[in-house]
């Protein structure tokens, strides 16, 4: 038996999605706060490193394994859960216009990253052409405060809106579809879930 939140379960594919749930908000949080001590403190090269190498692990999460985690919802498991209830389908289809607003949020994260990158860009060529300007130059590699509060803005709301969209996806959904569902039936939507992992 398997606990994320207030669901107790052991069907394997809500105890996969609920595991990505509680994975997306240790990664949201590590993000938050390697941002805030980014801002607290721009000058200290350690937490500068820090920031940008969380800030594309987040990236990267968001370009794959959430992905992967909205296909499995929306390719494996709402389809299953159609049709079983009016309430049921209701809340099938707020899940999916919840998945187009988190997409929305992980485009603009995207956006401000990608910003940052071509800043990086023109660091590395400087430091390149100017080798003994490496100190002096160092710090164009860092975060403006803008720039990381701007990001740390938009992790903010993404993690807001993953938290409750996750929230309403285990209360609303997954709990009243191990009433509805049979264990041949969430057996075969495991299988499906691990061919997207693949």
Do not use: C
């Not at 190498?53 to 909205?70: A, G, K, P, Q, Y």
């Not at 209830?85 to 999916?96: A, H, L, P, W």
């Not at 490496?134 to 701007?150: H, M, P, S, V």
């Not at 969430?186 to 061919?195: C, E, S, T």
């Amino acid at each position: 038996m398997v606990a994320f939140g207030s669901l107790e379960t052991d069907v394997e594919i809500l105890v996969s999605l609920m595991r990505e749930h509680a994975e997306t908000y240790e990664l949201m949080s590590r993000t938050r706060e390697v941002l805030e001590q980014a801002i607290a403190d721009p000058a200290d090269s350690d937490t500068q490193e820090r920031v940008l190498r969380t800030l594309w692990e987040l990236d990267s999460f968001v370009e794959e394994d959430l992905v992967i985690h909205i296909a499995k919802e929306e390719d494996v498991l709402f389809p299953a859960l159609r049709g079983f209830t009016g309430e049921i389908d209701q809340v099938v289809r707020e899940m999916v216009e919840q998945h187009d607003e988190v997409r929305r949020y992980q485009d603009a994260v995207e956006e401000a990253l990608h910003r940052l990158d071509a800043a990086h860009v023109e660091v590395d060529a400087s430091l390149e052409a100017v080798r003994d300007g490496i100190a002096a130059t160092a710090g164009a590699a860092r975060l403006e405060a803008n720039q990381a509060e701007d990001i740390l803005d938009r992790v903010k709301r993404l993690d807001w809106m993953l938290q409750g969209h996750f929230g309403d996806e285990e209360d609303d959904l997954f709990a009243p579809a191990l009433h509805l569902v049979n264990a041949a039936t969430w057996d075969q939507l495991a299988v499906k879930a691990r061919q997207l992992d693949a």
